[in-house]
């Protein structure tokens, strides 16, 4: 399985199109930017988010991915500090969202993985975790948050959140608002995180991430 931030407008029509499968033809969960004649669930936030996908090139040739025989399996979106309108969100994460703090947060959004990849050490959730820890530590975060259902809690903190509020939602359930720091070294140690290997071994300190001219032009990268 790899891991990549999207560059294509191709992939991104392949995110929406897994997100449409999974949050309204599995969960059943109403949206309100679905487009349900072409089975797309595309957000203004997607213009202005970091977009992370996860391939598998163990099902044969897929003629419809942009990626040759490789199949998309699982996306997610990063919101940087200083990346876009973020008020959809506020709700959620008001203190990430609130503008003029010293405090870098970014917001992980829309992580959705297909089926067949959920679950163990190989999930195409894990994968994309890792990933978008990666581009945290070089975007120099001070925190991030993410907001699951209240059974995905445990999984979270073994990654290194620690839970910030809870609220039941009529449509969504029982739902946690999680928040983790991504330079804290002992809370990473405390549940033995995947993350930690990666923030000892400095690899996250080169890439293309550090250089913003190699990521003029991408989708998802326009600064509001």
Request: proline fraction near 6%; aromatic fraction near 8%; include cysteine.
């Amino acid at each position: 399985m790899q891991c990549h931030e999207v560059v294509d407008e191709r992939e991104l029509d392949q995110i929406y199109a897994l997100r449409y499968s999974v949050y309204v033809e599995e969960m059943g969960r109403a949206q309100r930017y679905a487009d349900h004649e072409r089975r797309r669930l595309a957000e203004p936030l997607d213009e202005t988010a970091i977009h992370l996908a996860a391939y598998r090139s163990d099902d044969g040739p897929d003629p419809d991915s942009p990626r040759g025989s490789a199949r998309l399996v699982g996306a997610l979106r990063i919101h940087l500090p200083d990346c876009g309108d973020l008020s959809e969100l506020a709700w959620l994460h008001p203190d990430a969202c609130r503008g003029g703090s010293s405090v870098r947060t970014g917001i992980v959004s829309r992580l959705v993985t297909d089926k067949s990849v959920r679950g163990g050490g190989g999930s195409a959730g894990l994968q994309l975790a890792i990933e978008a820890y990666r581009i945290g530590l070089r975007e120099r975060l001070d925190a991030v948050e993410i907001d699951c259902h209240e059974s995905l809690v445990p999984y979270f903190e073994w990654l290194g959140f620690d839970v910030s509020r809870r609220f039941r939602h009529e449509s969504f359930g029982d739902v946690a608002v999680m928040r983790m720091e991504p330079f804290d070294r002992s809370r990473l140690r405390k549940t033995d995180s995947p993350f930690l290997p990666i923030l000892d071994q400095g690899t996250w300190k080169s890439g293309p991430l550090d250089d913003p001219a190699a990521l003029e032009g991408r989708p998802g990268r326009a600064r509001g």
